[in-house]
Each structure stands twice: as C-alpha cells, then as structure tokens.
C-alpha cells in the first residue's frame, strides 16, 4: 500500500508542476480551480485503482 501511495504522489506532484509552470501562461484563477478539481480526483483514483488492482491481485495468485 506505501508504494501505491508513493507513486500517487509521484503523479500528483508532477501535475502541480504543469499547473504552476501554466499558470504562467493563462488566466490562473480558473486553471487553479480546475487543476485542483483534477488532481484530487486523480489521487483518490490512482489509490483506489491501484488498491483494486492489489486485491484482485493476490486473490488471483492465492
């Protein structure tokens, strides 16, 4: 579960990255409200996912 957390932050750190570099570029208040929607959305997923994924894993090989 750790290594499913970890490369979750992974993810979720580099799409804060794009988001700052973009926010350089364009209007920031709405890029911001909406990159903060996708990426708390996408954490939850990518865990959740990954966690599924785990589970039916180990089932399968049990």
């Known amino acids: 579960?750790?290594?499913i957390i970890d490369?979750?932050?992974v993810v979720f750190?580099?799409?804060?990255?794009i988001l700052i570099?973009?926010?350089?570029?364009?209007?920031?208040?709405e890029l911001v409200y909406n990159g903060?929607?996708?990426l708390?959305?996408?954490?939850v997923a990518i865990i959740a996912g990954r966690y599924?994924?785990?589970?039916?894993?180990?089932?399968?090989?049990?």
């Open 1 to 3: 579960m750790k290594k």
């Open 7 to 9: 490369d979750a932050f």
């Open 13 to 17: 750190g580099m799409m804060f990255l």
């Open 21 to 29: 570099v973009a926010s350089y570029f364009t209007e920031v208040g």
């Open 36 to 38: 903060r929607t996708y």
């Open 40 to 43: 708390l959305v996408l954490f």
């Open 52 to 62: 599924v994924r785990l589970i039916a894993k180990a089932k399968k090989s049990s």
